[in-house]
């Protein structure tokens, strides 16, 4: 939204398996080598919150999830009821710390029996990423990446000559979140990165609320229209020499008609106009930060309000809603 304040613009599982299954007969078990972990991606409603500065809780390494079964050509994983049946099992899956940080160097060793093939798999929220063959007893040095910023996970799969498997997951806690939230009682996770400085305009409606944020080139549309609240968001198009408000259109006393960015999305969106109804009092700007979770999906936005308040923008729009502001801020 380009505003005469831009003087300011310079502020800031399964399958896999079905695959592996299929080659474990023909394949042989790998050596054990040195592999770089590939970075997890990045990017709701009602999550609880703890204090600020508080770190991540460390745990111990989890060895559970202990599922053995078989794998037919075309189906899912089927379990069998007594692994001890096929003399396979992995006896351990460990790391050398309990906790990790970004760019630490860590190593997972592994033991099993009765396999001849082995697979290691990085999770992240519950799925498999890309996975390699390693020995059916060994160890790997990897390294946390740098911008990691949720717990790390792995899956080891073990097979034995007939294609039985077992597998177990390891999950290694961040010791503490590199970066802390911008306001008090944040969630029990970690921001994706500091918080973004940027400068911002907000407008109430009759129902709902506009806030644009110029780091972004957005403007948020937040509808209170209905018991589960929406929000969208819109490109800020508006260039300086178009039209900022539409003079044909008089609001009733004691309202507004949005200008210049704000407008141009309520004029041209007839949800927008519809569900918001007219302004209530002119835009205000203000200088706002901004910050996101960093799960894979599924992300949290949070913006501070004019008033020091929080906008919690749940995911792809599902819902929203305002935190106010605390004695501290």
Not at 95 to 112: H, K, N, Q, Y
Not at 255 to 279: K, T
Not at 288 to 307: G, H, K, S, V
Request: aromatic share 10%.
């Amino acid at each position: 939204m380009k505003r005469s304040y831009d003087v300011l613009r310079s502020l800031p599982l399964w399958g896999a398996l079905v695959l592996i299954a299929a080659c474990a007969r023909e394949m042989t078990p790998t050596p054990t080598r040195t592999l770089s972990v590939e970075a997890l991606s990045s990017p709701s409603p009602s999550s609880p919150l703890i204090p600020e500065k508080s770190p991540v809780p460390a745990t111990p390494n989890l060895e559970v999830t202990r599922t053995h079964g078989t794998v037919p050509p075309d189906a899912s994983p089927t379990p069998i009821a007594s692994p001890a049946a096929s003399g396979l099992a992995i006896l351990s899956f460990r790391a050398d710390r309990e906790t990790i940080m970004p760019g630490e160097v860590f190593t997972l060793t592994w033991e099993s029996t009765g396999a001849v093939q082995a697979w290691l798999y990085p999770m992240a929220e519950g799925r498999l990423l890309q996975g390699v063959p390693v020995s059916p007893t060994g160890s790997q040095i990897l390294t946390a990446p740098v911008d990691l910023r949720r717990p790390l996970e792995y899956m080891l799969f073990v097979f034995n000559a007939s294609g039985v498997y077992a597998s177990r997951n390891l999950r290694l806690p961040l010791r503490q979140c590199p970066e802390l939230w911008f306001f008090p009682h944040a969630l029990a996770e970690c921001p994706s990165g500091p918080p973004v400085v940027s400068w911002a305009a907000y407008q109430p409606f009759e129902h709902g609320h506009m806030i644009w944020i110029q780091a972004r080139d957005e403007i948020f549309v937040l509808f209170a229209d209905e018991q589960v609240r929406r929000w969208r968001v819109f490109v800020d198009l508006f260039e300086e020499g178009m039209l900022e408000y539409d003079p044909t259109l008089t609001p009733p006393p004691g309202r507004f008609q949005p200008i210049r960015g704000f407008g141009l999305v309520w004029r041209n969106d007839a949800e927008v106009r519809s569900r918001l109804g007219w302004a209530l009092q002119p835009e205000q700007g203000f200088t706002t930060r901004i910050q996101t979770t960093a799960r894979e999906r599924y992300n949290l936005l949070f913006i501070q309000a004019l008033d020091g308040g929080i906008w919690q923008l749940d995911p792809e729009g599902s819902g929203w809603s305002y935190l106010p502001p605390t004695n501290g801020r």
